[in-house]
């Protein structure tokens, strides 16, 4: 609801005690000009005077309490801001601008460092009060973008992204709410609303080009995660030792159909050490055939000493005149989206050369 649908309906009378209301805020309030003004005291008391006329209509009511709240906003009170908006909507319930007073009074709030008290006050307005359009912006869609600032609560903000993407898609890139939907429900453990919402982000137009704050590589990283997630996960091992000797046994009986088994069959990269993982021309699907027939190739008894719980090096030399040594990635499976998947071992990977 806006203004003009007031101004429409008033009789000429009402139109014009409106004008003479406007012409004196306009006077009364340039605290700034000569003697000639009132002090900032004196007209809000002026203004409050105005307010008890009891045949205001509710445009120049509105315009009034506009004033008097936007006068406290421009000398920062912030306490006599919230005393007197709150002290208004709990002795007028029906005031149909409630909605926009109380987020005067959020905001209120947040500027005076109460960030759980304004987001208390913005969440007030959005399951008590009926949505209202303030100089063309909703005034729901301005809580919402409030409160996914403020909120720290995975579970609110996947509600706050969820009911933006469904009031307000006009309003807002769908495709980054979904990308951040999928990482909240994933700080959720809600795994299988994290995969729905990467498959999502990875239907709108523009996902392989939008640029995430704070999300590196977004397109890559979700198509990963679903290629993985959609794929047989066949080649994954229950450990690391049996990923090892089993890849040890391949090199040793030069078995290259083996060693394609054992590869991971997504998001497998061979790569230099300087390049990064995620990087289109490091993913690469070739088999192990051609690098073996004619060569001699051996590898380090033990794993690289700068191994982990997660991660393992194998040193391995005789692939290429080329690029003589390649270091064999392993790495321990992060995925919790299938439990039986989750912690088992997989070979992820080849690094060129020797380590830097």
Not at 14 to 20: E, G
Not at 107 to 113: G, K, P
Not at 171 to 188: D, G, H, I, W
Not at 201 to 206: C, E, R, S, W
Request: some cysteine; charged content about 20%; proline content about 2%.
């Amino acid at each position: 609801m806006t203004l003009s649908r007031f101004f429409k309906s008033h009789k000429i009378l009402n139109f014009l005690y409106l004008i003479l209301i406007f012409c004196f805020l306009s006077f009364s309030c340039d605290f700034h000009s000569d003697s000639k003004k009132k002090s900032f005291a004196d007209t809000q008391n002026q203004l409050k005077t105005l307010l008890l006329e009891p045949n205001l209509d509710e445009a120049t009511r509105y315009a009034i309490i506009n004033r008097i709240a936007r006068n406290l906003l421009a000398k920062n009170d912030y306490s006599s801001l919230i005393l007197f908006l709150t002290e208004w909507v709990e002795s007028h319930p029906d005031d149909e601008y409630n909605a926009y007073w109380l987020l005067m009074t959020a905001y209120a709030y947040r500027e005076s460092d109460a960030a759980p008290v304004a987001s208390y006050y913005f969440e007030r307005i959005l399951r008590n009060y009926n949505d209202l359009l303030v100089q063309n912006k909703s005034v729901h869609f301005l809580c919402l973008q409030e409160l996914i600032q403020i909120s720290t609560n995975s579970a609110n903000r996947i509600s706050y992204f969820n009911e933006l993407i469904s009031r307000f898609p006009n309003e807002v890139s769908t495709t980054e709410l979904y990308m951040r939907l999928a990482s909240e429900y994933e700080k959720e453990g809600e795994w299988d609303n994290a995969i729905k919402s990467l498959t999502q982000f990875l239907a709108q137009d523009d996902a392989a080009t939008i640029q995430i704050t704070g999300i590196p590589n977004a397109y890559l990283s979700a198509r990963q995660i679903i290629d993985f997630n959609n794929s047989s996960k066949d080649w994954t091992f229950e450990n690391l030792d049996a990923l090892v000797v089993a890849v040890k046994q391949a090199i040793s009986s030069y078995n290259w159909r083996a060693l394609d088994r054992y590869k991971s069959k997504v998001n497998f990269f061979a790569m230099s050490w300087k390049q990064d993982e995620t990087a289109t021309n490091a993913q690469e699907n070739f088999s192990m055939h051609s690098f073996m027939l004619g060569n001699r190739i051996r590898y380090n008894e033990e794993l690289d000493e700068s191994s982990s719980p997660t991660e393992a090096y194998l040193r391995t030399w005789g692939w290429s005149n080329y690029i003589n040594v390649w270091y064999l990635y392993f790495r321990k499976v992060n995925f919790p989206a299938d439990p039986e998947i989750h912690g088992r071992w997989e070979w992820a990977g080849i690094y060129y050369g020797e380590k830097l």
